[in-house]
């Protein structure tokens, strides 16, 4: 387990759901170590966790040879959590839109869409190979639920 006292820390870990647990566990307590009331520390939790099933299923596809990285760092103003992949999945311009009549009864395809909804910020990069995802929580807006 990291530091959770650290500004800053990263993990690399395996392509696997103990890994997106881990993920998810650590961005919980840093939410509510940063103080963010329980909807946002919840917020930010499925966020981190849609991103990190995102990068273990979608990007490297369960390989055993790929690695996801996740790194974490309190501003004092904001979380900023990067997950990364090393994989060949799709490029989020390409995800179909959730909300669209053909998809509302897809049993995929929302994880995408609850990251920004949960999320202040949120940037995707393509790497070469795989993706980078930044979400960023501001504390004010968690604060004020704004």
């Known amino acids: 387990m990291a530091d959770l006292s650290a500004d800053r820390f990263t993990y690399t870990l395996d392509s696997s759901l103990e890994s997106v647990n881990k993920v998810e566990h650590t961005a919980e307590e840093l939410a509510r170590k940063a103080g963010l009331d329980e909807n946002a520390v919840f917020q930010v939790a499925m966020a981190v ?19 996801i990285t996740a790194s ?35 049993g995929s395809g929302r994880g995408i869409f609850l990251i920004r909804s949960f999320m202040d910020e ?25």
Not at 49 to 67: I, M, P, S, T
Not at 77 to 98: E, H, K, M, N
Not at 123 to 146: M, R, Y
């Open 49 to 67: 966790r849609e991103a990190a099933v995102n990068a273990v299923l979608h990007g490297n596809a369960y390989d055993v040879q790929k690695k």
């Open 72 to 106: 974490f760092e309190n501003t004092g103003t904001a979380l900023i959590i990067r997950i990364s992949d090393q994989g060949d999945g799709p490029y989020p311009s390409t995800v179909t839109d959730p909300c669209a009549p053909e998809n509302l009864l897809s």
């Open 122 to 146: 949120v940037h995707f990069k393509q790497l070469h190979p795989g993706t980078e995802l930044t979400l960023i929580k501001h504390f004010a807006s968690a604060q004020t639920g704004t």
